[in-house]
């Protein structure tokens, strides 16, 4: 069983950055990034495919995050910038044994247990 760690998570004022990581434990191929806000459903934030030649992101991030990953070191990042109070919520980075990159939650297999990102306006 892979697991998977994040870290970077914390508390920044509006118009910051934060940059997550997620180390995985043993190999995974595409990995994801999701958030959970209070009172709302996981969503996808961004994807990536195993190689890191194809990637997705949801409309309400698209131009101020940016997901990568290192395969080297098992490691996927999640770059955050122009952070609004919008984007709080508990992000989850999660890993999947397919190649390519999925957006829907039932397509992942492996989670980890979350990072808090507050953002204060």
């Known amino acids: 069983q892979v697991q998977l760690v994040e870290s970077g998570g914390g508390l920044v004022q509006a118009g910051g950055s934060l940059r997550l990581s997620c180390t995985a434990s043993?190999?995974?191929?595409?990995m994801g990034w999701f958030r959970q806000a209070p009172g709302r459903e996981r969503e996808v934030v961004a994807a990536?495919?195993?190689?890191?030649?194809?990637?997705y992101y949801a409309d309400s991030v698209k131009g101020r995050f940016t997901i990568s990953r290192d395969n080297a070191k098992n490691t996927a990042y999640l770059q955050m910038n122009s952070l609004k109070p919008e984007d709080t919520a508990v992000y989850y980075c999660?890993?999947?044994?397919?190649?390519?990159?999925?957006?829907?939650?039932?397509?992942?297999?492996?989670w980890g247990q979350g990072t808090q990102v507050t953002v204060s306006s």
């Open positions: 999660a890993g999947r044994r397919t190649r390519q990159a999925g957006i829907q939650i039932y397509e992942y297999d492996y």
């Open positions: 990536i495919n195993w190689s890191g030649g194809s990637t």
């Open positions: 043993g190999r995974t191929y595409a």
